[in-house]
């Protein structure tokens, strides 16, 4: 049997997706033409647009479809800094690079200071350096941004909060990893902006959404048919659309059952593995992503063992490359970069079984046991 | 057999990787990471490390089949090999990195490696090839000379060479390619990758001034007297003639060569082409990846360069030192170089050359 257990990277498109999908690549029409056709169209994104806004709390023109949640949070990170005169963005430094890069850039090539959140040993920012920055220099700050949940440690961060003490400093967050498994509503939280994106939550790759306030206008990274508040020009992709609503409408996540599924796991990692280390554990966290570290191993060298057994997994980071780097996420909760190497990430997702479990953890003291071997040799 | 393929992302591992495939092993794709600041973009047949070549070699597993992962090798490259590189010039010898890599990266790192994880050897696309003796597996010339690569492997100890294997010594080149294109791979027409991989503007002299500095020194003839001077005693070469920019000639006119070379002082010396000559090597650090050589003298072939010609000799162990003793003197030879002994076309062993005579 082959298990796999990277649904934080990519999970299978649900049945009701797949048939949504299907039918709408059938459907002629561009949703942006004046004729029956493109009026057809432009009903069938409509009617997802609405059906999204139901599921994220807000309203259907505050959802500005995308290519991805990497173009939903560069639009946002840079539309938001180049809204405002203000020079400063805050981000926590355990963004996904989709955030953390698009900063950056700002900081080279656009004169942005950037200011970095730092987080606790469990992954969770840390609410109180907010608070006194936010005090000492709230007339800089540009936008702060702060993902929901991370996505190598599955650590829920306390958004509400970070709103709060923003005031009237527009917070973007990231909640790629979060939507559709654990309660998330843009509305109550308050947000300026947030990003999803299809193919974690069962619908295709290839679609994300950026959910912008009402009469916010931001400069467009694309240009030209004037699509999604002129913020996103590009023809709709509408079957895409369409079966985005449509998985987050069939709700296939049990997030109850996932969950125990990845507590049995981690229970039995630690069974046969006293020493390995649940990264993240005792702060709230995402039902299914376990970041474990194996001390003494390498995660490059355990991640081909698992493949070898037919168990999917993931080591976090990677450089352009290709080469396993140290995860900024877990050096940013005080590991070194010998121990972030030493981790792997497990995410369960709604085709995983108990089954699914009880394989990856037979395989999984052989492959430790080599992966020992295979760096104790390259110390030698 | 389970194996790791090494795969540069050039068109011999490509074909050597397939070809493991089909002879029934369970193969693995890797690709070594050297460098940890690689180039973008190949530039030119040099260099093999741009992250070009790295989607060339997942390209090509992923058209074979196999699994494919990187493997990051930098930090033991860098050690292994290009300090190496570096300490061996600034000592006044000549090193050859190829040789070092495949000594202490491709089958020592990895093979130890793949062995600790459960794998019983490494496929690479080197032209070499192996036979089962009753003395255990040899090393053997490949069959295309213009390709033969057993030369750098001579520093395989035995026990390295049985956990390797070579898939291409039995074919030449040109019908490698022909190979890789029949089976779909893109890389087929890539160019070959020559010179040092980590030099990758082909300027050795150049890259080793920007790291070991360039100081003044003098150029003397034999007797010592002072002709003229150098930038940096690293950068010339035994038996070099040109770009030694003497305006003092030679009494007779002849041209002057490089002679040696003495880092300590920072001293290149210089003299007529006849000084060059070398009757007998020494080397030292021998390795044997077949029987081991004895104190008594026998007859073979030494051969000093990766491409040179494979010179009559005869050869025996004095001491730690493996001997080769010329039939016809060889001109221009540095020490730090690699002395190969063959018996027909089967490799014997090798060392690295500390004496000239």
Redesign the interface.
């Known amino acids: 049997m082959s298990v796999y257990l990277d649904h934080a990277a990519t999970t299978p498109m649900c049945d009701v997706a797949i048939d949504a999908m299907s039918a709408a690549l059938s459907k002629l029409g561009n949703p942006s033409s004046l004729h029956t056709q493109g009026r057809a169209a432009r009903k069938d994104v409509e009617d997802a647009r609405e059906k999204i806004a139901r599921a994220v709390h807000c309203q259907p023109s505050e959802v500005i479809f995308t290519g991805s949640g990497t173009e939903a949070n560069n639009a946002a990170i840079k539309g938001l800094y180049w809204n405002s005169p203000k020079k400063v963005i805050v981000v926590s430094s355990i963004e996904h690079h989709a955030v953390l890069d698009p900063a950056l850039w700002l900081v080279e090539h656009e004169g942005a200071e950037l200011i970095q959140i730092p987080v606790t040993g469990d992954g969770v920012i840390d609410l109180d350096f907010l608070r006194a920055l936010v005090a000492a220099r709230s007339a800089e700050i540009a936008l702060i941004s702060v993902m929901h949940s991370n996505n190598e440690t599955g650590v829920i961060q306390p958004i509400a909060e970070v709103v709060k003490i923003a005031g009237d400093i527009p917070v973007h967050s990231d909640a790629v990893q979060s939507f559709s498994k654990v309660p998330l509503s843009y509305q109550d939280l308050g947000l300026y902006s947030m990003t999803i994106s299809g193919h974690k939550v069962g619908g295709p790759l290839g679609i994300g959404a950026l959910i912008l306030r009402r009469a916010v206008e931001i400069p467009a990274l694309l240009h030209g048919g004037g699509q999604e508040r002129d913020i996103r020009s590009g023809t709709l992709n509408a079957p895409s659309i369409v079966a985005l609503a449509a998985a987050i409408e069939a709700q296939s996540y049990d997030a109850a059952a996932i969950e125990k599924l990845r507590i049995q796991f981690e229970e039995g990692v630690l069974r046969v593995r006293p020493d390995a280390v649940v990264n993240g554990k005792n702060a709230p966290r995402l039902p299914g992503i376990s970041n474990i570290t194996f001390p003494g191993t390498q995660s ?2 355990l ?3 698992m ?2 057994e037919k168990v999917s997994c993931s080591t976090g980071a990677a450089c ?5 780097r140290p995860s900024h996420v877990l050096m940013a909760m005080g590991l070194t970069d010998v121990v972030s190497q030493s981790s792997l990430r497990f995410s369960f997702g709604a085709t995983n079984t108990q089954a699914d479990v009880d394989f990856a953890l037979s395989v999984l003291p052989t492959v430790i046991e ?2 020992l ?2 760096n ?3 110390k ?1 | 057999m389970k194996i790791i393929a090494a795969m540069s992302g050039g068109v011999d591992s490509a074909v050597a990787a397939a070809r493991a495939v089909e002879a029934g092993h369970e193969v ?1 794709g890797v ?1 070594l ?1 050297l460098s940890s600041n ?1 180039q973008k973009y190949r530039s030119g047949a040099r260099g093999c490390c741009t ?1 070009e070549d ?1 989607h060339d070699a ?1 390209r090509a597993a992923d058209v074979i089949g196999i ?1 494919f ?4 090798m ?1 930090d ?1 490259f860098h050690e292994g090999v290009v300090e190496n590189f570096m300490s061996e010039y600034a000592a006044g010898r000549t090193p050859n990195p190829c040789l070092r890599c495949n000594e202490k990266i491709k089958f020592a ?1 990895v093979l ?2 793949a ?4 794998f019983d050897g490494v496929v690479t696309g080197h032209y070499a090839r192996t036979e089962e003796t009753n003395e255990g597996r040899t090393l053997h010339r490949a069959i295309d000379p213009l390709k033969d690569q057993s030369y750098v492997l001579a520093v395989l100890n035995r026990e390295q060479i049985n956990g390797a294997i070579f898939p291409l010594g039995d074919t030449e080149k040109v019908d490698i390619r022909i190979e890789a294109e029949k089976r779909g791979l893109a890389v087929a027409q890539k160019p070959d990758s020559h010179d040092i991989c980590f030099v990758p503007s082909g300027d050795n002299a150049g890259w080793l001034r920007d790291r070991l500095g360039s100081e003044v020194g003098p150029i003397v003839d034999q007797d010592g007297t002072k002709i003229g001077e150098h930038k940096g005693a690293y950068t010339y070469t035994i038996g070099q003639r040109k770009g030694l920019g003497l305006s003092v000639a030679a009494p007779d006119g002849s041209p002057r060569f490089v002679l040696k070379i003495e880092p300590v002082t920072n001293t290149v010396v210089v003299g007529a082409r006849e000084d060059l000559a070398v009757s007998s090597m020494r080397g030292e650090r021998p390795i044997f990846c077949g029987p081991v050589v004895g104190a008594a003298p026998e007859r073979g072939f030494v051969q000093v360069r990766a491409h040179g010609a494979a010179l009559d000799c005869t050869y025996y162990l004095d001491g730690e030192h493996l001997v080769a003793e010329l039939d016809e003197p060889l001109l221009g030879l540095a020490t730090g170089q690699a002395m190969v002994i063959y018996d027909g076309d089967r490799v014997v062993g090798s060392a690295t050359i500390c004496e000239t005579a």
């Not at chain 2, 992962?69 to 990051?72: E, H, K, N, S, V």
């Open positions: 490059d060298s991640l081909l063992l493949d070898s352009t490359a290709g080469v396993h080599r992966g071997a295979a104790a040799v390259g030698k | 693995i690709h990471a690689p992250i790295s997942r699994p992962y990187i493997w990051d930098a033991e790192a130890d490696r062995k600790a994880m459960g």
